[in-house]
């Protein structure tokens, strides 16, 4: 299978620019999940912002409703 890197810089709302997973799913899933942390795209926009990967932000994000 080929990754489809242009298409998901598309829809990748990441905003850390010197990420050099940007685009690369599987990598950048496999190097959050490493961490304990869910990649950006889980998050909405402005939370992702704060860069805060955690589970627990992704959970309070979810549960105000967000």
């Known amino acids: 299978m080929d990754c489809r890197k242009n298409d998901?810089?598309?829809r990748c709302n990441?905003?850390?620019e010197p990420c050099p997973r940007k685009g690369l799913c599987c990598e950048c899933i496999a190097y959050?999940?490493?961490k304990g942390q869910l990649p950006a795209c889980l998050f909405p926009?402005?939370?992702e912002r704060s860069?805060?990967?955690?589970?627990?932000k992704f959970i309070?994000?979810?549960?105000?409703?967000?």
Do not use: P, Q
């Open 8 to 10: 998901n810089l598309e």
């Open 14 to 16: 990441c905003t850390y």
């Open 32 to 34: 959050h999940k490493g």
């Open 45 to 47: 926009d402005d939370i």
């Open 51 to 56: 860069w805060d990967r955690s589970v627990a």
């Open 60 to 66: 309070e994000a979810y549960n105000k409703g967000r």
